[in-house]
Every structure is written in C-alpha cells, then in structure tokens.
C-alpha cells in the first residue's frame, strides 16, 4: 500500500486563505468585474472573495478531470460549456488549488474563447509549487511538498475515496488506524458514518 499524504483543512483556513486573495488583489489595484468560479472546487473561495471585493457578478464553469485509463493520464475539460458576453469586463477566475495547473490553463482558455472578457487573471487559495506548471496571478498560501488537502466541502467524498483504497488494498479490521498509518491524519468524519454512508451509495461491493 502506497502512503499518501493528506492533510485536513477546515473553515478557518477557508476563510484565512480567501481573505489572502483578496486582500493582495486589493494590494495591486485589479478591477475585478466578474468573478469566474471553477465548479466544485473553487465555489466557496469565490463567494467570500467575492464579498470582500464588493463584486456582485459571480458565475461558474466546470472543470471535470477525465482519467484515461489506459495511460493514467488526466485530462482536463470544460463540462457544460457555453457562450457569454461580457463585454470586455475584467474577469477574476478562482479555484480551490493550482496543483497541476491544467484547470487554471483550461478555464483561462475557455474563456478567452467564449466569454468576450477584458483582463483575466486567476487565483488560487494554495498554489504547490512543486507540482505547477503555472502560477496562479493571485494565490494565498505555497505549499513546498506536494499533499491531498481535504477540504471541509469535500470530506464526505474524500473520505470515502480514502477508506475505498484502503479497503482495496485489503484493510478489513481497525479502518481509524490503518487511515491515520497511511494518511498521515485522522479522519474528519467517523469512519463508521462513513461506512453506513458507503453502504447507502452502495460502494461496499465485498
Ligand atoms: N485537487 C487537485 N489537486 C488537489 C490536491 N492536492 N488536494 C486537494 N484537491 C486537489
């Protein structure tokens, strides 16, 4: 079993960290019009950043990371896309993590392409500098070593994908202690609401 390395966010580094965009975006005099946020994960930084700036136009795109399983590539796409004008206005994209860059670079494009914007910069709560292959315009906090960070929005869904792998990899007994072994943390939720909840998406085919 391959060790992963995970850390837990919670709200107030949420709020820490939204408040770290926009006060360097303050700092630099940037007009933001409209905020873009990237679906999911960008939606929460985007509505508080977007209440610190006073900007009431706040929309969203997804970006969905398709796996190609045959070489374990993934690839980065807009679902849903669409046409807007927005008629030259300075455009502020924002996401959760710049950690490849892909969906900063896909959603930069995209609307460049699509939306008929002025300025577009874009903006992450962490940026790992290890494993990006660009810098988000504004970003609040560089992480060094590369890590999983659950965020409080997606513990459910992380969760589940965790213990999904350790079960996998044969854990049958004591899920807390292998989780904190090969994570590095205690889970968030507990494991056995998990479970339950595993079992009600019907994800526990043994
Ligand atoms: N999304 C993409 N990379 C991530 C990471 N390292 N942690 C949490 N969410 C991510």
């Known amino acids: 079993m391959v060790k992963i390395p995970v850390r837990v966010v919670d709200w107030d580094d949420i709020v820490n960290w939204s408040s770290g965009i926009s006060d360097k975006i303050k700092r630099d005099e940037y007009k933001v019009d409209v905020i873009i946020a990237i679906a999911r994960g ?3 930084p985007a509505r508080l950043v977007a209440d610190a700036l006073g900007v009431l136009d706040v929309i969203s795109i997804k970006v969905e990371h398709w796996v190609q399983t045959a070489n374990k590539d993934v690839e980065a796409k ?3 896309p669409y046409k807007l004008d927005l008629k030259g206005g300075n455009v502020l994209i ?4 710049c950690d490849t ?3 900063l670079e896909i959603a930069k494009k995209f609307v460049s392409d699509n939306f008929n914007p002025g300025a577009i910069r874009t ?3 962490q940026y790992i500098e290890s ?3 660009i810098k988000p315009d504004y970003y609040a906090a560089t992480i060094t070593d590369w890590a999983w960070f659950m965020y409080p929005w997606n513990y459910w869904e992380d969760e589940i994908n965790l213990i999904r792998k350790l079960l996998d990899n044969g854990v049958k007994t004591d899920i807390e202690h292998a989780f904190k072994d090969n994570y590095g ?3 968030p939720i507990p494991v056995k609401d998990v479970l339950e909840e ?3 998406r019907n994800l526990l085919n043994f």
């Open 94 to 97: 924002v996401d959760d993590i």
């Open 198 to 200: 595993m079992k009600r």
């Open 131 to 133: 494993t990006a292959r």
């Open 42 to 44: 960008g939606l929460v």
């Open 123 to 125: 903006s992450t709560m």
């Open 185 to 187: 943390v205690e889970p």
């Open 101 to 103: 860059g892909d969906s």
């Open 78 to 80: 807009i679902k849903f």
